[in-house]
């Protein structure tokens, strides 16, 4: 039964699609879907919720590191893409929830940290536009040694200069 699963061609194995739901390929089919720009983006939902981090994570290969990077872009664009529109249509704790969702897989994604300032401004919650800032913040220093951009920090910076 595992050979109708796995089957052994040319001396390497494969998924039999017959048999096994395979998420990077369902991710790339949603990605291929037109959006419905009167709707929230359906696919880009359905990405966000597929993508659980890189591909073959610790692979090095070049085939893995290019689907990886190829994966990983689909699902940036799915997380922005829906922001924005909840952020289009003042829909701010959507926003925020979307945003957050992305930075759980992807938290050196500088502008979800933007945008996440910017919803929170917006719903006038300046605290926890800093605690974002600062979150933004500690996580650079720890993973690169640097700080926030600039349009990151002048985003910390409006905050201050209201209160």
Not at 23 to 31: C, G, I, P
Not at 155 to 163: E, F, R, Y
């Amino acid at each position: 039964q595992y050979e109708n699963i796995l089957p052994l061609h040319e001396g390497g194995l494969s998924l039999n699609q017959k048999y096994c739901w395979i998420d990077a390929k369902a991710m790339l089919q949603h990605s291929n879907r037109q959006p419905n720009t009167d709707a929230p983006p359906h696919s880009s939902s359905k990405i966000i919720r597929l993508y659980k981090g890189p591909f073959l994570g610790d692979e090095d290969n070049i085939s893995a590191l290019q689907f990886r990077g190829q994966l990983r872009n689909i699902f940036l664009q799915a997380v922005s893409e829906t922001g924005k529109y909840f952020e289009s249509t003042e829909q701010w704790q959507k926003a925020i929830h979307c945003y957050e969702n992305g930075l759980k897989v992807e938290n050196l994604t500088e502008t979800f940290y933007q945008r996440l300032i910017v919803c929170y401004q917006q719903i006038d919650l300046p605290a926890e536009a800093l605690r974002v800032y600062n979150r933004c913040e500690h996580v650079f220093e720890e993973e690169f040694g640097i700080p926030p951009s600039s349009k990151t920090k002048a985003l910390s910076q409006q905050i201050k200069t209201k209160q």
